[in-house]
């Protein structure tokens, strides 16, 4: 699979690279390094997402420029379309509206998601063994033998730890470490990124999370965990740039919690829920019956509102999945 894309790379000169909506610490990672890249390889690359990295992914800025699209607004030109952590044009919200205009243009899917089929892809860095999408732009390099720099390494790195949950998930595995070793021998310094990406909170995050926290119920002999964040809760988290995430790791520690679903009210009415799975549970079914998608483990939907009703018929799945 890397033959094909080392030739596309080698053949083209112009680059967009593009993620899904709301891109997560995977996204941005594995932008970074591609950027990265191409870069080194004196191509033009942009990155172009619908919406902007978080605030903790801010020193990436430091050597990546992350660019934030206009619905509306042409791509800037290019002769080859990255999309990394998603396969289709629909995860790329406007950006994929205007992409859909363009043809001609290859597409290349950097992906680990399950899927049936190739998406929009014609070139594929598709491995759903891969612990994270970046983990796929560090074999890139190793096909195309180029050795890695610090920016691009630390790219990576945030896609690892991103998805491995900094090596505590499931899909930490041999893989993720050794590629992580390498990482190091490139200069990262792990202690640092974790400095830069959660030792910055603002003083409102500690009132948030304390709120937050308050909210959650337990669900089935406490085999779920609730948490319902009405649309007043999550404009004041974004407002704060609080990472409504954070809340998911203290409900999934409780002894007995076999998922964990947080459920936000959004400013549409619509409700975001997200879901994580402990010991044997698996919540990419659950997800998917809602329309959504995601890992084994780890997994998203968007339901109608309101608030109370989504909840409803969010835990009436669980508890059919549960066989409770
Ligand atoms: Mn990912």
Redesign the pocket.
Known sequence: MFDDVRQIIRDHDRFLISGHVNP?G??IG?QCALYQLLHELGKEVHILNADAPEAIFDFLQEHTTFGVHEPGNALPPHDVHFLT?CSTLSRLGSVGTEAAKSRGVPRVVV???EGSDAGDGDYLLWDVTAP??GCLVHALYEAMNLPLSRAAAEGIFV?IV??TGWFRYSNTDRRALSITESLIAAGLEPHRIYDAMYRRNPQSSVFLLADGLSRATFEADGAIAELALDAAYCTSARKSQFNTDGLLDPLRSVDGVLVVALLKELVDGKVKISLRANRDFEVDAIARSFGGGG?KKAAGATLDGPLQKAQLSLRNAILEAIGA
């Open positions: 997560d995977d996204c594995t952590d992906d680990h998601h994270s999408a896609s991103s998805d890992h």
